[in-house]
């Protein structure tokens, strides 16, 4: 059973354009969700996260719009660059909580 | 700051062999954390250390996998009698002190089975 969803799979946008990836829980203890951008060979690196009290977070290009009453949230990248080619990880932990619960993952390839 | 180190980056051993794997955590966080990233299973956690003691193991498999953090400055995990499913990159990440601090991962070490 697969508590952290995400979808596209895969995602190809041109430069310049915004970038939309979605990521869905079932758990309702979750209160916190942390993205992870990794490239291939390395660690998963912290993006950017938001905690269930909010309902949108921003950091320069990367916004996150949560919405907790659907168990719904989504990274938007806005002004892509190729650079932003990566794969985008969503997950999740539960107050208290420690382990985090990742989502499958979404293959972002900005082209230029 | 040299972040989460782990070594070997890749390994490779023969079915039934044993591994160890090391990761040294960033100097003064006090969690450690392993997962096991698979291209079928993703990102799966496996066990967590707070300041050294061992606080949840409960993704890791109940045979031939253990962990242990003797020192603050180092945690192993070691797969006894490997067998080709225990391929996947082992992945060791640490955090500062609150449970729901940023965790930092390492480059992770990748383990092929044969």
């Known amino acids: 059973q697969q508590q952290v969803r995400q979808s596209p799979q895969s995602l190809t946008v041109w430069e310049g354009e915004t970038a939309i990836l979605n990521c869905s829980y079932e758990d309702s203890t979750f209160n916190y969700f942390p993205w992870y951008q990794q490239f291939p060979g390395e660690g998963p690196a912290l993006l950017i996260s938001?905690?269930?009290?909010?309902d949108k977070k921003e950091d320069g290009r990367f916004t996150i719009f949560f919405n907790k009453r659907e168990k719904k949230l989504s990274l938007h990248i806005t002004d892509s660059q190729p650079g932003d080619s990566a794969t985008y990880f969503c997950?999740?932990?539960?107050?208290?909580?420690?382990?985090?619960?990742f989502g499958t993952g979404t293959s972002l390839l900005v082209d230029p | 700051n040299a972040g989460v180190i782990q070594t070997p980056r890749h390994k490779v051993t023969g079915k039934g062999q044993e591994a160890t794997l090391w990761c040294e955590p960033i100097?003064?966080?006090?969690?450690v954390f392993w997962y096991r990233q698979t291209i079928v299973q993703g990102l799966e956690f496996l066990t967590y250390f707070r300041n050294q003691a061992p606080i949840d193991d409960s993704g890791m498999p109940k045979e031939r996998f253990s962990a242990q953090m003797p020192n603050q400055s180092h945690s192993t995990l070691k797969i006894q009698s490997t067998q080709p499913q225990d391929s996947a990159v082992y992945l060791c990440?640490?955090?500062?002190?609150?449970?729901?601090?940023?965790?930092?991962f390492g480059p992770g070490t990748r383990l092929l089975v044969l």
């Open positions: 938001i905690r269930s009290v909010s």
């Open positions: 997950a999740a932990s539960a107050d208290m909580g420690y382990k985090l619960t």
């Open positions: 100097s003064g966080h006090s969690a």
């Open positions: 990440a640490s955090s500062l002190e609150s449970v729901q601090d940023t965790q930092y």
